[in-house]
């Protein structure tokens, strides 16, 4: 068994754009404009866009749509220094830096609007 994260985006060339070129994701394998999957050391992250399985209506109606707060958190050394060449990057910023007792933390948005944790720990 093994487990993966799958993110709906609106589309997936930006996404994946962001992910390898703010993150440092490897992009593993892209099914045209319908989905990705992208690489991270251990996490593998699926996103997949209006034309994939997934982004198909429920049932009940309800589409599935990105955004949210449940999110990825990706395990940085410096915060302050990813914090600095995100903005650079015009990256949306959900907050400014808070410190918890395990570490510091920051929540930004993918293209779609997905959020990201930058953690970095005590």
Do not use: C, H
Not at 19 to 33: H, I, K, M, N, T
Not at 59 to 70: F, V
């Amino acid at each position: 068994m093994s487990a993966t994260v799958r993110y709906i985006v609106k589309d997936v060339g930006s996404a994946v754009e962001f992910y390898v070129s703010a993150l440092g994701f490897e992009l593993v394998e892209r099914f045209g404009d319908v989905m990705a999957i992208l690489r991270l050391d251990a996490l593998e992250l699926w996103v997949a866009g209006p034309g994939a399985s997934a982004s198909r209506p429920m049932p009940n109606g309800r589409t599935p749509a990105p955004g949210g707060w449940n999110r990825i958190a990706v395990i940085v050394e410096d915060l302050d220094a990813a914090v600095s060449r995100l903005k650079e990057l015009e990256t949306p910023f959900r907050n400014e830096p808070v410190s918890g007792p395990g570490g510091r933390q920051v929540l930004i948005d993918d293209p779609s609007g997905n959020p990201i944790e930058l953690f970095e720990p005590r």
